[in-house]
């Protein structure tokens, strides 16, 4: 009678452990492949345009995860690039975005927290949600969206 009492606890505490564990989201994030792939492309990119940029991997919440001077690069890139990928992280919107509004006449943007208004940012979208973004500095700054650029189309290529 204990024997079968002790089963029948063991398989209720099985039971709902797992469906606890179903319960639980899935998150997709940029991990040290998706990083490597990113950074490796941005790179190829930079080259085939003849550029040196600083490349700048951050994740959802703009935490560095990758940074890259070009040996060419000016030092002044090492903070503007992690401006423009924080910005396109937390504001899930391309670092583009907050330029276009300076542009338009709206200062408010230069008030926002970790606004960066200038052009080289772009965030990582997986299934509707910023996991990361991508920035570079150094080049002009369309130049540098569209390295950024190419390196998320890289990571997410089908």
């Given at each position: 009678m204990i024997t079968?009492?002790?089963?029948?606890?063991?398989?209720?505490l099985?039971?709902?452990l797992l469906a606890t564990a179903a319960e639980l989201p899935t998150k997709k994030y940029l991990n040290l492949a998706a990083i490597k792939t990113i950074?490796?492309?941005a790179e190829a990119e930079?080259?085939?345009?003849?550029v040196q940029v600083t490349?700048?991997?951050?994740d959802e919440s703009?935490?560095?995860l990758f940074l890259q001077k070009?040996?060419?690069?000016?030092?002044?890139?090492?903070?503007?690039?992690?401006?423009?990928?924080?910005?396109?992280a937390l504001y899930g919107r391309p670092s583009k975005a907050a330029a276009d509004q300076l542009k338009d006449g709206n200062l408010s943007v230069l008030v926002f927290?970790?606004?960066?208004?200038?052009?080289?940012?772009?965030?990582v979208k997986v299934d509707g949600r910023t996991i990361g973004a991508v920035a570079c500095s150094g080049a002009a700054s369309e130049v540098d969206e569209a390295i950024s650029q190419a390196a998320i189309d890289a990571l997410l290529k089908p």
């Open positions: 079968r009492m002790v089963k029948l606890i063991v398989l209720g099985s039971l709902l950074a490796s492309a930079a080259q085939k345009r003849n490349i700048c991997i951050v703009g935490n560095l070009a040996d060419g690069a000016g030092l002044n890139t090492i903070q503007i690039v992690q401006k423009k990928a924080r910005y396109a927290p970790d606004a960066f208004p200038n052009q080289g940012g772009v965030p």
